[in-house]
């Protein structure tokens, strides 16, 4: 089992703390304990020149979005932005460092989405957050400024499972044109039946045990899990999506269900493109501090929607 060192020293440093295991907190200490991982040193800070916040209603909950922009162009392309975090935790500040790189590096508008969380909002309320503050960002494009034939998504894990319904949607013209999605180690099967998930390694953030926890929290009890707005894995046809850039962990229950959503892409003729980090763990690409190995990562996530939105 291949580790890459930064990988290594963090597995170390949880074990050596005694960090409790996901599925031994509440909800609420699970986000805590979150948020007591946002704060970004000094030297790892990135300075964004425009970046603000607004509210919109989603349903009878209100719901705010961070934009992100490092010029003053009208006609910027955009990056709409999923965070993870299992349905139940992370936020707009869990994933500001990961953003404000997207941003820059990507030379676009980004905007991320505070969706609702479980087990407070359960399935379909992020869904149905995340499809409502797609159709405000395209109804308001000329305040927000930005290119509406130049928008790609973007998500981590549960963010990826949003990110590639609202792909979904968006080929089947329920939604505004999408032209790319950007997809890091999705969470896009809750049958949780293939083979990595039997992956185990002592110190791991994220093992089925963690998945199971988190499925608890976000499915009412009456949910089918093969219902393809939960699992979009198992959307039975995938013909006309939007150009498709995959990137896994090969130490993370989840990498089979990118890889096996790459051959269902192909198998549809779809523009796919995948890659796995076999030394790293699921979560690597929001844990820029500790895993520099994630920098390698959102470069390419960067220079592949720079390929993307070259074509438009």
Known sequence: ????????????????????????LTPIELREMRASMAAVPTEHQLQINHINEIKIKSKNRELKLRIYSNNDNDDQPLIIFFHGGGFVMGDLDSHDLLCRHLTKKSECKLISVDYSLAPEHKFPCSLEDSINAVKYIFENNKQIKFDKNKVVVCGDSAGGNLALIISILSKEQKLPKVRGQILFYPWIDFTMSRPSMSIKLDGLI????????????????????????????????????????????????????????????KSFKNEVYYKVYEGQIHAFVSNIVTLPTSIICINEACDAIKQIIRKY
């Open 1 to 24: 089992m291949k580790i890459d060192e930064d990988t290594k020293q963090f597995i170390k440093l949880r074990l050596e703390n005694n960090t409790p295991e996901v599925e031994d």
């Open 206 to 265: 994220v093992k089925k045990s963690t998945l199971d926890y988190f499925a608890n929290h976000y499915l009412n009890d009456n949910d089918d899990v093969t219902n393809w707005k939960i699992s979009p894995l198992l959307y039975s046809d995938f013909r006309g999506m939007p150009t498709t850039f995959i990137y896994g962990a090969g130490l993370d229950p989840l990498v089979d269900e990118g890889y096996a959503l790459m051959k269902r892409l």
